[in-house]
């Protein structure tokens, strides 16, 4: 009998091999300078990596995985030719759902790793050379940490405060450094860890790993939706693409009008809104366009569409555009002017305390009213140890993932608590160009266009561009076979992909599992929100053929791709696309901004919060982060985020 080491025994481990290998085999084909096409999975240690990621799902899901690699080695899948192995693994995607997510797991896992893990001995993954990826570009700098975090010992720790503050990105960020410059005693609780300048290597797997919930690697329950957000001190500012939009005039008139958020709709919401753009120093002086902008300009140009340049928060005197290229993986240039340079340094001059490491399991309540948080930090061994804070206030900023869970797990909030999730579902469709598109270079986002907006009562989408990741990037990749990955591999320094996320009037939710763990849930199935996200797919289509590029593909499991020299007919091939199917892992799509799970509103039974921030039924305890949106923004969320939380801080401040 073979013995188990990690979660497969030796059979399933040949046969995760023999899978990895099929999804990138090595090819003989000369010349082949860089050894790219003789290279597989195996030689990179992939299906170790894949193995040792897996270790991180729950005891369910691997024993379902297990399961999967006993169903391929029982049909011979390990002693089967390439060519019968590529039938196998396309006849399972064609079999059933399960099959297809097991698949589609595994491909882009093996992408992921092949595409983004470094070698040891250089630094670099020797892929990147035929990608035209850099890697990075400089060490660190040695950046002193202004902030000094306490780190619970052994026998725990106990903390006594006005205000505690659960998360620290952009609400809990703003929230800690407006309340503790009011003369609040404020405990801030981070999840995540604490890194700055110094730790950021612009390595995109160690980003993942260090900066990002659940390593980056989390969906909705039913693998409809891939899920990104910061986990660290800082939040989501400290990873994010740093575009900086007001919330539209609509939207505020809605917020006021319909769930009763007074002054949204006035000059009073314009300071607090004046005060965030301030506090970040938002310009216009460091948005350069890199080349996947100017295609998208290119593009609009030609079809009479707008193309505006967008603002960030961004210090000019430490700007570098190359670096710039880098910071979805943390800013090394220290330009970013995010929660970590600004708010929460605030706080912790006006004496705030710091815990990072440390998930808050419930609230403490006590005649219906917060007394406090029970959470536990994680030390670097491994080791946990309880946190107690007593506060009257708490301030719920863990964002709108974790926040409904916190509530869950204590038993406030009320019904809607955890509903009304909104995810900005996005996706890209990638242009490959003539020239180098050098995608890696310069701020990931410095325009847009809103050209599709408002399509419908308020409800359309925006059109971006993205991050270049090597390893998400070629996780994404459709995979036609070993063959014709590696060959949209080979081209992706020619690549510049658009993306499009709809502002969506449907809604999921958070709920939790046995153990407390937060679950979202999210289909896209509202009648308008999936009309407008086939729209945006047939509209980068046709945007991408308008700026020039000779091969188009999107990102759906089975592929599709127009090559302006095979003769097929763009408007036709941007119909398929638009028709082709969005069940789970059918098609990559993605979030980046999670919101409304804890919302805000007049009506108890529809909302969590009133409409300035506190729990209708708890007193004491107040949201301030993205999790209080009413609705779906439809623009990058990070400064409404901000404006909602200075707001509640007042309302806190005044309240007592």
């Known amino acids: 009998m073979a013995i188990k080491t990690g979660i497969f025994d030796e059979t399933q481990r040949i046969t995760l091999a023999r899978l990895c290998d099929t999804f990138v085999p090595s090819i003989a084909r000369a010349p082949d300078p860089d050894g790219f096409w003789a290279r597989s999975a195996s030689d990179l240690g992939v299906p170790a990596q894949v193995e040792d990621a897996l270790t991180a ?5 691997q024993e379902q995985i297990r399961e999967f690699m006993d169903g ?3 049909l011979g899948f390990p002693d089967a030719s390439p060519e019968d192995r590529e039938r196998f693994i396309h006849a399972f995607m064609d079999a059933t759902p399960e099959a297809l997510a097991g698949m589609m797991t595994f491909k882009s896992l093996t992408l992921l790793f092949f595409c983004g893990t470094p070698e040891a001995m250089t630094g670099k993954n020797p892929n990147w050379t035929t990608m035209g ?13 202004p902030i000094r975090t306490i780190q619970p010992a052994a026998g725990g720790l106990k903390l006594e405060a006005d205000v505690v503050v659960i998360g620290s990105g952009a609400g809990g960020g703003v929230m800690a450094g407006t309340l503790a410059a009011q003369g609040k005693h404020v405990v801030v609780l981070e999840a995540g860890g604490y890194y700055n300048e110094a730790d950021f290597n612009q390595y995109e797997l160690w980003a993942y790993q260090n900066l990002y919930r659940a390593g980056g690697l989390s969906g909705t329950e039913d693998g409809s939706l891939s899920l ?3 986990s660290n001190l800082g939040g989501g500012t400290t990873v994010n693409w740093t575009n900086c939009i007001k919330t539209r005039p609509a939207v505020r008139e809605e917020w006021a009008r319909v769930h009763g958020l007074e002054g949204l709709d006035s000059p009073d919401f314009d300071r607090h809104l004046d005060a965030i753009w301030e506090r970040l120093g938002v310009n216009d002086q460091c948005s350069d366009y890199n080349d996947p902008h100017k295609r998208l300009q290119e593009a609009c140009e030609k079809l009479g569409y707008p193309f505006k340049r967008v603002t960030r928060n961004a210090d000019a005197a430490t700007y570098d555009p190359a670096s710039a290229g880098f910071m979805g993986f943390g800013d090394q240039s220290g330009s970013k002017m995010g929660t970590l340079k600004t708010y929460l340094e605030d706080a912790y001059e006006h004496g705030a305390e710091f ?3 440390c998930q808050v399991q419930r609230i403490l309540v006590e005649g219906g009213r917060a007394v406090g948080v029970e959470a536990n930090y994680t030390d670097p061994s491994g080791a946990t140890h309880t946190v107690t804070v007593h506060a009257p206030i708490v301030v719920l900023a863990a964002g709108a993932l974790e926040s409904p869970a916190v509530l869950l797990r204590s038993g406030i909030g009320g019904p809607a608590v955890g509903n009304y999730l909104r995810l900005h579902p996005a996706t890209a469709v990638a242009g490959i160009y003539d020239e180098p598109q050098q995608a890696w270079w310069g701020p990931p986002q410095t325009a847009l266009s809103d050209q599709f907006s408002d399509l419908e009562d308020g409800y359309g989408f925006l059109i971006e561009c993205a991050h270049a990741n090597p390893g998400l990037g070629a996780a994404v990749v459709p995979w036609p076979s070993g063959l014709g990955v590696k060959e949209l591999l ?10 499009f996320l709809i502002r969506d009037r449907g809604h999921g939710s958070v709920t939790v599992d046995a153990s407390g ?3 979202p849930n999210y289909h896209l199935d509202d009648p308008l929100d999936e009309r407008h996200f086939r729209r945006g797919l047939q509209e980068l289509v046709m945007l991408q053929h308008a700026a020039g590029a000779r091969k188009i593909y999107s990102l759906h499991s089975r592929p599709m791709i127009w090559n302006r020299d095979g003769g097929d007919d763009i408007a036709e091939f941007a119909r398929r696309v638009h028709d082709a199917s969005l069940d789970p892992y059918e098609h990559a799509t993605f979030s980046l901004h999670h919101m409304g799970s804890c919302r805000m509103g007049s009506d108890p039974g529809t909302s969590v919060a009133n409409p300035w921030g506190e729990l209708h039924d708890t007193k004491g305890v107040w949201v301030g982060d993205g999790s209080a949106f009413p609705t779906a923004t439809g623009t990058n969320p990070m400064i409404s985020i901000m404006a909602l939380a200075h707001r509640t801080a007042e309302a806190v401040a005044a309240a007592g």
Do not use: D, E, H, I
């Not at 990826?133 to 940490?145: E, R």
């Open 355 to 357: 815990v990072v490491r």
């Open 133 to 145: 990826y850099p890697g990075p570009l400089s060490a660190p700098p040695s950046t002193p940490k």
């Open 228 to 230: 990104m957000t910061g």
């Open 72 to 74: 391929l080695a029982a």
């Open 490 to 499: 080979q081209l992706q320094r020619f690549a510049s992909p658009f993306v």
């Open 517 to 519: 763990n937060a679950v």
């Open 57 to 61: 799902v729950p005891a369910a899901a």
